[in-house]
């Protein structure tokens, strides 16, 4: 199997070293793929580094109209339109590389078991779609059609690159998801949405995960909540928000060597300035997951949130839920099962908290 990843990347680019480090390395030890393309593409002033591309195959210009409404509206919609382009451009890339695969991420989210992308990427779903994606679920069980409100996830996004040539699902200039009524309401991942219903035919999308099973950096069940860490152990995804949350950097460190990849060199140089020297760190290794200790504190505040969150779901499940089941109109839909899937997941804002550093 071939594969292209690209990571979408500001100035970031200590993020893409140790990520394509521990990418380039693993694969060369446990050869899954035939062939490995590394490339990271932005828009910063300042391209990367002769270092910073060390495990690289190139470094790519994200070219944007900045003459957008958006942009002109606000300076943060730059960075979406160079997300937004450099799937496209990413797709090109892994066109000429003649790959199976090209998975398009960003800078600080880092494929941390190749093993399980290999299994990921073999998989009979991602096979026969031509673009496969985290969607994160808003669930309830007043939905009156459908099983969740979905949110669609920028990273690890899966381009089927046959598939996506046989269909020209890429063969635009500008789509209309671009210019779709509530961008400014949902960002970048209400464009997501619009941009593969526009040009991914019906049958070809796939979600392959529901990110149920997501960890935060205090070790909680996060599900679709991006920020500042997102963990998934079955597919070995993480998301760190370290350039702009520094104290994280305590947290990655630690987390990277405990699953060993301090045996290379940029890596290891990276876990040395950010060693633990305080015991902040608990490393589950049952679940296999790093997170931060919490004091007494915060475990009280944890356990109310949990247990409140536990009383929720039984009045829900057992009791609103039949009474109102009667009345719903969902054409076949089944949005209590997916309210049942986020059962353990806690609510967004109490798990996107931040530490006090």
């Not at 060369?28 to 270092?51: M, N």
């Not at 987390?255 to 633990?276: A, I, Q, R």
Request: with cysteine.
């Amino acid at each position: 199997m071939n594969l292209t990843v690209v990571w979408n990347v500001w100035n970031n680019y200590e993020d893409v070293l140790l990520g394509s480090e521990i990418l380039r390395l693993e694969n060369e030890s446990k050869k899954k793929f035939d062939e490995l393309f590394l490339y990271s593409q932005g828009g910063y002033p300042i391209a990367p580094t002769e270092e910073e591309c060390t495990y690289l195959d190139d470094y790519f210009n994200v070219d944007i109209d900045e003459s957008h409404p958006l942009i002109l509206q606000h300076p943060k919609f730059k960075g979406v339109f160079r997300v937004l382009n450099g799937i496209k451009q990413a797709y090109n890339i892994a066109l000429k590389n003649d790959s199976d695969y090209v998975i398009v991420t960003n800078g600080d989210a880092w494929f941390l078991d190749i093993d399980k992308l290999f299994l990921l990427l073999n998989r009979e779903d991602i096979k026969k779609s031509a673009v496969s994606a985290r969607i994160g679920s808003c669930v309830g069980t007043y939905l009156n059609y459908g099983d969740f409100v979905p949110f669609f996830d920028d990273h690890f996004m899966i381009l089927n690159v046959k598939k996506c040539q046989e269909h020209k699902v890429f063969d635009y200039d500008i789509p209309k998801a671009y210019s779709a009524n509530f961008l400014n309401y949902g960002g970048i991942h209400y464009i997501l949405i619009a941009l593969m219903d526009e040009r991914v035919p019906d049958g070809l999308f796939n979600i392959y995960t529901l990110v149920e099973d997501c960890y935060n950096h205090y070790g909680e069940h996060s599900g679709l909540s991006l920020l500042p860490w997102q963990y998934q152990p079955s597919t070995g995804f993480l998301h760190a928000n370290c350039a702009q949350e520094p104290y994280l950097n305590l947290l990655r460190a630690t987390f990277l060597e405990k699953l060993g990849f301090c045996k290379y060199p940029k890596t290891k140089n990276y876990c040395k300035n950010y060693f633990d020297s305080e015991n902040k760190i608990i490393f589950n290794y049952k679940k296999n997951i790093a997170y931060f200790k919490k004091n007494f504190k915060e475990n009280i505040g944890y356990f109310l949130v949990f247990y409140v969150n536990k009383i929720k779901y039984f009045l829900i499940t057992n009791i609103v839920h039949k009474k109102v089941i009667n009345h719903m109109h969902n054409n076949g839909s089944n949005s209590i099962k997916y309210y049942k899937l986020y059962y353990k997941v806690l609510p967004i804002s109490f798990v996107s908290r931040r530490p006090k550093v």
